[in-house]
């Protein structure tokens, strides 16, 4: 009387294994590197970024209206992060003397670096 046919018995166990399988997901997920997370600033002109970085540290970027945009080098948005590499540039002079990014500042780009999946980058695999 409580024998189950064996398609549900087969249904049951299906079940077990994609909730052990879920569950298996959500306990792995934290160990996944999610990469380091970059800020870049943007000016509207040369001399606005020039104001807080090296003249050999300012990009032009694409065109845009009847001018360019111009960016400075990247650098790690985690302030912590910052300190321990000496070689990263920071947010600009104007934040690092006034602890705010400067009013020339047009828009901050933020963009990830490394985590789950970057080694596909060193084999050529792409999408």
């Known amino acids: 009387m409580n024998d189950?046919?064996?398609?549900?018995?087969?249904?049951?166990?299906?079940?077990a294994l994609v909730i052990m399988g879920l569950v298996g997901a959500y306990a792995a997920l934290p160990m996944c590197s999610t990469g380091t997370e970059y800020s870049r600033n943007y000016y509207n002109n040369r001399e606005d970024c020039e104001q807080d970085y090296p003249a050999s540290d300012c990009y032009r970027?694409?065109?845009?209206?009847?001018?360019?945009?111009?960016?400075?080098?990247?650098?790690?948005?985690?302030?912590?992060?910052r300190l321990?590499?000496?070689k990263d540039p920071g947010p600009g002079r104007?934040?690092?003397?006034?602890?705010?990014?400067s009013d020339k500042v047009v828009r901050v780009e933020k963009s990830t670096r490394g985590g789950f999946g970057s080694s596909a980058r060193r084999y050529g695999v792409s999408s």
């Not at 189950?4 to 079940?15: A, C, E, H, T």
């Not at 970027?61 to 992060?81: E, K, Q, W």
């Not at 104007?94 to 990014?101: D, L, P, S």
């Open 61 to 81: 970027g694409t065109a845009y209206g009847s001018g360019y945009h111009y960016y400075g080098p990247y650098y790690r948005s985690d302030p912590v992060a």
């Open 4 to 15: 189950l046919d064996p398609k549900q018995k087969k249904r049951s166990g299906n079940i």
């Open 84 to 86: 321990r590499d000496s």
């Open 94 to 101: 104007t934040a690092q003397e006034t602890n705010r990014v």
